[in-house]
């Protein structure tokens, strides 16, 4: 029998809504409200946009994909000296085969993990410290320059979805100071016999508030409100963002955290996921301004930290091997993968 496909809360969208977000640099505060009010809307009818004037300079971008492409091309034995494994943070080489999102099937896909580079000995945690940098010339001064950027612009997009939400613009961006925020480098190898459906990236939601994707070739494919799954071509100078765990809760169902995976790619490509956080030990639950005895809350609180780290802890070989052996252990009410997305959803049947 073939499965029904879910009911969401998310339009039954073919192609992903646009937001030019220049207005909210603007120093007059109506312009910031209008594109919030533009970026919320989009948010809430697909979980999934592309967004345009971000101000990013194309160089840094540019750098960016050179240095990755640079990197990958090193040999595997190479590459293993930086292997996220040896790492403190969870931070590195992450080799072909080492994540796992649905049980017996491989992600075909090798990546570099960049963390937010918390240099301090005091305050460290599973997924915050100083980042393990490769000695190739070069890389680690312009990947730092576009996590910066790219880090400047999530606390410009923080802002937005607050206003959208009709709150103040820094109740979200408040927690935001020293966030396990990731950058991950992915490179997707082109494989022209491997089988149609071979996944890049299997079916998942992302763990944090949204996530800033710079992608270099068509693979994404999303899930619309219908239940489809809708392809994501490139849109030139676009970013494409998409909402995650943390702000369905955040925002108490009103944004809702979208599946998405990556099939076979039709050419070499490469993708450039910044996963924007709150800091560690934020308590992650529905803003209180959000709710009335009409809206009550819908979710119950979640450590951010201890979610990143439950839902990474259950997703790399590494750690699942460490949690098996007793020396690492899930945090305390760790949910499993996927948690989210599914909140107002009918399970398939």
Known sequence: MAPTPRITPHSAFQTLPLVDIRGLFSANAADRVDTATALGHAATQAGFLYVTGHGIDPQIIQRLKQRTAAYFAQPLEQKMQDYIGLSSNHSGYVPEGEEQFVEGSIDHKEAFDVGFDYLPTQGRRPMLGANRWPSLPGFKDDIKAYYDAVFSLSLTLFRGFALA??????????????????????????????????????????????????????????????????????????????????????????????????????????????????????????????????????YGPVACGDHLYAQTLQTFRYLKQRVASGELSLPDGAKGLSSYGHAALAEEV
């Open 165 to 298: 939400l009709g709150l103040p613009e820094n109740a979200i961006s408040q927690w935001v100071k020293q966030p396990p925020s990731q950058l991950r480098l992915i490179h997707y190898p082109f494989s022209p016999d491997a089988p149609a459906d071979r996944p890049g990236i299997g079916a998942h939601t992302d763990y944090e508030c949204f996530t800033i994707l710079l992608p270099t070739a068509p693979g994404l494919e999303v899930l619309n409100g219908a239940g489809h799954w809708i392809d994501v071509p490139l849109v030139d100078g676009a970013f494409v963002i998409n909402i995650g765990d943390m702000m369905e809760v955040l925002s108490n169902g009103t944004y809702v955290a979208t599946a998405h995976r990556v099939r076979k790619v039709a050419e070499e490509r490469y993708s450039f996921p910044m996963f924007c956080a709150c800091d560690y030990d934020t308590v992650i639950e529905p803003i209180a301004q959000l709710l009335d005895p009409a809206t009550p809350s819908r």
